[in-house]
């Protein structure tokens, strides 16, 4: 007659985020390569040109690193104190940097000993640059000013003093020769022209100004201060564009991806985040080990660099697309050619009469148990074997039993170690608001069947007693909730107009504030 | 009281109407044939087409068995509440030999009966002796020993044994309980056919066979145990080799004699199995099971073949609905299941699995259940409900979206929306508009909730689903019913008294309308000119309609609906009203308070559910109060409470009867009894001769008698001769209301039984 109905999975909606095209882009990175560095990590530069080696400032010593190198290419040692922001020119043939001990000096990638050294400010200089027809350097430092120096000349050609605090970042412009942005701990960003003798442009940022970038059209200019990243519009005289508030720590770090259609942000709060630079919206979250500093994007997105506090430089290269089809191709192991083409390719003849062989219908394990009405066998086979790794599985199990009446006989009877493994299964999943209607039952079940050997076995009593202590984590948890959820009620009351022909719109907010705050026991879509 | 015309309540029911063989045994005459009881007839099937090929109609009772006679396999004999046994000769065309009159089991005493030979039809047997007094009710408890030589009755716990010969009883008794606290009562017993053995099934799923029964003290059972529950029947086969046993767990477990422990099994039959029995030659096993079914199972334990009815299940509680695609009325069939039944052909098209679980044949278990059913306008989607209570606080409720496939040609699960609510769910409804290009499903919910539900556009991962559009409430009261307006623009939701008005584009409460006291117990809009109407019914007796255009009462009438629905295909309405243990029929137009036609005492009960299916073809009645019918056909579902003691289901069908049926109608009347010829005068308002051509033309030929048989019958029913004016003018004198309970209530009118929409014609000589 018709045959045996499997057990039926149901299909849970993935929880936490949607995946989307940002996601599968930016999650295509291998796993990171960590190099501990012997201080922390205050920047990180791409030289220009290919093999587009990178320069990582950190303590007192700056190293290059090649694409794919785990070890230093090469090593600026002669620093007498932390240096700051090593950058490359255009040509990738000079280095720049700057010194605690308020000195500027210039490298020439190949050789080791300071082609030029600049002195003149007086105290540590923070931000180097070159300018873009190269023969210039821009610098910004603690004692308020920023200055222009002739490369050849190793002269000072101009001094701004217009920043009230320490200047902490600044960028040159790629097209213009004249121009530089400068971002200080005054809270104000200036733009400034070498042609005249002051600030052009000047923003106000509103917190300390930690990171500045501009956009590769050098219309738009973004700034990172405090839990900020204001974007402003420079062709309309610096008026704030977009004020974006993700982190909950200081921002330190920006940069662009290679297409300029994301813009991603580092932080103190140990995340990196990945704009669209359309809309402004997170499209997708790095999270790290420890708070960020710097961060650099190589060309392509081939990978991506960020350096930490605690000194480790963490580094993410992309996935060949080799690799990222191998996952899909491991999976699927198919019989060899010959198996597999076996009598197949026989082709019938118009006489030939054909037999049809009947589907065989393949249960897996605990469907054959449950069609015997074998139920104590089938929860052991939905708790072990290759259903372990999947809880739903051995929840629906535990559910079809329910189902039958017979889950009391399917807990009953078990000696320690399956016990155990039960406890263990339960302990793990229960506060799962999936599976939580259904393993709470079981939970009870199992109490009352087992409650006269309590105390019997040290393994089980262990197992009971983190149970307790689970639920009323969970309890807690719940209430503090459903505080939450109450103030946000009263907020949403009071903030929703009074309208008093309809409640429904008023329902309706409610309704979806409840679903996003609290996730525990609304209805979720499931598709199949 | 209005005039008839041709507008009756037909009972349908498929092969078996009124579920009611379930009851009888079904036995099989030879390979070729089964015969089996059902309601007030007995059945004749073909075993291999499955194909009713006659009716054995003269009871005017319920048969309650059905039995071949030993001398010749070509007769069997029925007996029937009506207190008459019958020869029926049943491979010719039905020479019935109305043999005698006794009373089998009147008082539930086993009687015997000596049957006088005699050539005359009817004979009344006088000589009685009482065999065994107080046995049970059950036939399956009671049965023939080895040749004849014994009889054995169990009733309670006791079973007792008569011995033609010594004329002795015997009697055995078990204890109440056994040690293990099973039930020893006996269900069912059956003696072997060769050897002194009789094996009795019990209350606890056991079976003993009794043997050396003809000591009273040193008798011996051995006890044989696979059911969990009750035994209900038991079967030898004819040579004594196997014992078939079946239960409510619907697996028969064939045993072999004398080596007990090797047994065979035949699960997952689909219901449980209420009786088995076995050909003569032991070819072929039956058993019916309690959803009207009867399997046919070759003595290899496989299935051969499938006969279905109507499903019965315990209770419809799924609205009827007529499926736009086939037309075929869907309501509730096998638990978890949705059926299709084809109205124009009367037969079952298929089951729709909706719970897709496996279904645990056990009593006292709580399953799933399909409460609610929805098709969209063009049978693309279909919504299911079903829900589960164990506990009233741990009510499991799934919402599932069904997409018709072309491919398949059956519906395909695309959405399943677990606890889409927190409470039960009580009405359900789709948008029916025609043009709009996104579809809206409606929800009413207990927990004071209405949602819409929108198919999603389809995702780059995955295909179309659906998800949760808008929540909608009213003042925290209980909605309790929905309705679109024919063109889906306005959703009607009623919340107790007050009728909220909203718009389904922007989710919009346009306006609200109450009439209290009494809080709205239906809510129809009114369809194609009458669109501008709503009308509700409330529950404390008033049926109001209100105009939209106005916003405002348009009329009320003060009666008590009990349920009120509107014609997708005309303008008219349809409202049933309970009174006095009768419902009465109302139809009417929303436009005028008026009704265009009334019936009083339509059925028995209160009508439950009901739903207008369209015709297949227009019927053109000018007469104005069928024309109604015109367009569709009004299928309604009773509470039916007489002579059974459990609730039935009884589809009923206000239509005029077909040519075919009336053709072959008359011809018995023509040489019935009067008292029943009278009445069917009735029909004899004959449609064209050539309509009952085409009729027989699309009859399927192989249960269609010879042509020479039918060539003069046909000739016959096309002459209009005198002697049926004259009845025709008697009947008129009879009225209709006293028609509709003859044709309910006396059994002994009611003879031209309903089967007209039943392929097979009904001959007698």
């Known amino acids: 007659m018709a045959s045996f109905k499997p057990t039926k999975i149901p299909i849970y909606p993935k929880l936490g985020e949607k995946v989307t095209q940002d996601t599968v882009y930016w999650k295509n990175y291998k796993a990171p390569v960590q190099i501990k560095e012997f201080g922390a990590v205050t920047n990180i530069h791409f030289s220009p040109v290919a093999p587009h080696n990178y320069a990582v400032t950190a303590f007192t010593r700056i190293h290059i690193y090649g694409p794919f190198s785990q070890e230093p290419v090469k090593s600026f040692t002669r620093f007498k104190d932390t240096a700051y922001c090593g950058r490359y020119r255009s040509d990738g043939q000079l280095l720049v940097a700057g010194c605690e001990d308020s000195v500027v000096r210039l490298f020439d990638v190949s050789g080791k000993v300071a082609l030029r050294m600049f002195k003149g400010h007086t105290k540590a200089v923070h931000v180097t640059d070159f300018t873009s027809e190269r023969y210039h350097i821009f610098t910004g430092s603690d004692d308020y000013t920023c200055r222009l120096w002739d490369i050849p000349n190793a002269t000072e050609l101009n001094t701004y003093q217009e920043h009230t605090d320490y200047i902490r970042c600044g960028v040159t412009s790629k097209l213009n020769r004249d121009l530089f942005i400068t971002g200080s701990y005054d809270h104000t960003l200036k733009l400034f022209d070498a042609r005249v003798d002051k600030s052009v442009i000047t923003m106000d940022h509103g917190q300390p100004v930690e990171s500045v970038l501009l956009y590769p059209s050098e219309g738009l200019v973004v700034s990172a201060g405090g839990r900020y990243v204001k974007v402003w519009d420079l062709l309309k005289g610096g008026q704030p564009l977009v004020s974006l508030k993700n982190h909950h720590k200081t921002v330190t770090s920006l940069c662009l991806s290679s297409n300029g259609q994301r813009l991603l942000s580092a932080s103190l709060d140990r995340h990196v985040k990945v704009y669209n630079t359309t809309n402004f919206r997170v499209v997708h979250n790095f999270d790290y080990a420890a708070s960020v500093l710097s961060l650099a994007l190589a060309p392509d997105d081939e990978s991506i660099i960020v350096g930490m506090t605690n000194g480790v430089l963490s580094i993410k290269h992309r996935k060949s697309p080799e690799e990222s089809k191998e996952v899909s191709h491991q999976q699927r192991r198919r019989p060899s050619y010959r198996v597999f083409v076996k009598g197949k390719n026989y082709m019938p003849k118009q006489d030939d009469y054909l037999v049809s062989k009947p589907v065989r219908e393949y249960l897996t394990k605990y469907d054959k148990h449950l069609k015997k009405f074998n139920i104590s066998k089938a929860l052991d086979s939905a708790l072990q074997g290759p259903s372990k790794r999947k809880p739903e599985v051995t929840v629906a199990v535990i559910k079809e039993l329910d189902r039958r009446g017979t889950l009391k006989n399917a807990l009953a009877g078990r000696d320690e170690k399956a016990l155990s493994e039960l406890l263990h299964f339960i302990t793990k999943n229960m506060v799962d608001f999936r599976f939580a209607p259904v393993l709470v039952p079981a939970a009870n079940m199992i109490l009352d069947i087992y409650r006269s050997v309590i105390g019997q076995s040290p393994v089980v009593d262990r197992q009971l007693l983190y149970l307790q202590d689970l639920l009323q984590k969970e309890i807690n948890y719940q209430q503090e909730l459903l505080d939450v959820l109450g103030m946000l009620d009263t907020l949403f009351a009071s903030s929703v107009p009074r309208k008093e022909l309809l409640c429904s719109s008023s329902s309706r907010t409610n309704g979806l504030a409840q679903g996003e705050t609290a996730s525990t026991a609304r209805p979720e879509l499931q598709a199949t | ?765």
């Not at chain 2, 056991?206 to 044989?224: A, G, M, S």
């Not at chain 2, 003569?280 to 009867?294: R, V």
């Not at chain 2, 004899?684 to 027989?696: D, I, K, M, N």
């Open chain 2, 1 to 765: 009281m209005v005039e008839h015309g041709d507008i009756r309540v037909v009972h349908r029911g498929g092969i078996a109407r009124y579920c009611r063989f379930l009851c009888e045994r079904g036995i099989f005459c030879c390979c070729r044939f089964l015969l089996c009881g059902s309601g007030y007839e007995v059945k004749v099937f073909s075993t291999s087409t499955e194909e009713c090929i006659h009716d054995l109609r003269a009871h005017t009772d319920l048969v309650t068995g059905v039995l071949l006679r030993p001398s010749n396999h070509l007769q069997a004999y029925s007996c029937s509440t009506d207190g008459t046994v019958r020869l029926w000769d049943y491979t010719d065309v039905c020479n019935r030999l109305m043999f005698a009159m006794m009373c089998v089991f009147a008082e539930f005493q086993l009687v015997a009966v000596h049957l006088p030979q005699s050539g005359d039809q009817l004979v009344e047997a006088r000589e009685f002796s009482a065999v065994l007094s107080d046995v049970s009710s059950n036939p399956a408890a009671t049965s023939f020993g080895r040749g004849g030589e014994y009889i054995a009755s169990a009733k309670g716990l006791q079973l007792e044994v008569y011995f033609f010969k010594k004329q002795k009883p015997y009697r055995f008794f078990l204890k109440e309980d056994n040690k293990k606290g099973g039930k020893n009562t006996f269900t069912c017993l059956a003696c072997h056919p060769k050897d002194d053995c009789i094996a009795t099934g019990h209350e606890d799923g056991k079976i003993r066979l009794w043997r050396n029964f003809n000591h009273k003290k040193e008798y011996t059972y051995t006890t044989l145990h696979w059911h969990h529950s009750a035994v209900s029947s038991l079967c030898f086969t004819p040579e004594g080799t196997n014992l078939l046993s079946g239960g409510i767990e619907s697996v028969l477990v064939q045993w072999r004699y004398n080596q007990e422990s090797q047994r065979d099994f035949l699960p997952r039959l689909g219901a449980a199995i209420t009786h088995i029995a076995v050909s003569p030659d032991g070819a072929l096993f039956c058993t019916s099971h309690s959803d009207n079914k009867i399997t046919i199972i070759r003595s290899s334990i496989q299935v051969s073949a499938v006969i279905q009815g109507l499903v019965k299940g315990d209770s419809v509680r799924t609205d009827l609905m007529v499926d736009p695609r086939s037309k075929a009325l869907v309501l509730n069939g096998k638990p978890g299941h949705l059926q299709f039944y084809s109205l124009q052909r009367d037969k079952l098209l298929y089951n729709l699995d909706i719970v897709q679980q496996e279904y645990i044949h056990q009593s006292g278990l709580e399953q799933f259940e399909v409460v609610k059913a929805a098709f969209d306008a063009y049978g693309n989607w279909l919504a299911t409900v079903e829900e589960r209570k164990q506990k009233p606080t741990e009510l499991e409720l799934n919402l599932k979206l069904w997409a018709f496939d072309e491919q398949t040609q059956s519906f395909m699960l695309n959405t399943t929306i677990s606890a889409p609510h927190e409470a039960r769910i009580t009405a359900m409804c789709f948008c029916h508009s025609t043009d709009s290009q996104t579809t809206v499903l409606v929800s009413v919910s207990k927990d004071g909730h209405f949602k819409a539900w929108q198919l999603a556009p389809a995702t780059h991962t995955e295909g179309p689903s659906w998800s949760c559009d808008f929540v909608g409430a009213y003042h925290s009261l209980v909605p309790e019913c929905c309705c679109f307006s024919a063109d889906g623009s306005l959703l009607a939701v009623s919340f107790q008294e007050v009728v909220t008005v909203w718009s389904p584009a922007s989710w919009e409460l346009l306006t609200t309308l109450s009439q209290p006291p009494g809080a709205i117990r239906n809510l129809c809009f009114g369809q194609l000119t009458c669109s501008k109407y709503l009308l509700g019914t409330t529950d404390k007796n008033l049926l109001c309609c209100w105009n939209l255009l106005t916003c405002s009462l348009e009329w009320s009438t003060s009666m008590d609906v009990s349920l009120l629905l509107s014609d997708p295909f005309s303008e008219n309405m349809a409202a049933f009203c309970c009174q006095a243990g009768c419902t009465d029929l109302f139809v009417f137009k929303p436009s005028e308070p008026r009704p265009l036609f009334s019936h009083k005492a339509v059925c028995l009960g209160k009508v439950t559910r009901a739903v207008f299916a369209p015709r297949e073809k227009m019927l053109e009645s000018c007469e104005e109060t069928s024309q109604w019918l015109n367009h569709s056909q009004l299928y309604f579902v009773t509470q039916y409470m007489v002579n059974t003691q459990h609730n039935e289901l009884v589809i009923s069908d206000s239509v005029a009867m077909t040519p075919f049926s009336v053709l072959l109608g008359k011809r018995s009347q023509q040489e019935g009894q009067e008292a029943a010829s009278s009445l069917l005068a009735e029909r004899t308002q004959l449609p064209q001769g050539s309509a009952a051509v085409r009729e027989l033309l699309q009859t399927p030929a192989h249960v269609l008698p010879s042509t020479s048989f039918l060539c003069s019958m046909f000739v016959e029913s096309l002459l209009i001769s005198k002697q049926i004016k004259r009845k025709e003018k008697k009947a008129a004198q009879y009225t209709t209301t006293s028609l509709w309970l003859n044709n309910t209530l006396c059994p002994k009118l009611s003879r031209q039984k309903p089967s007209l929409y039943c392929p097979t014609p009904i001959l007698h000589d």
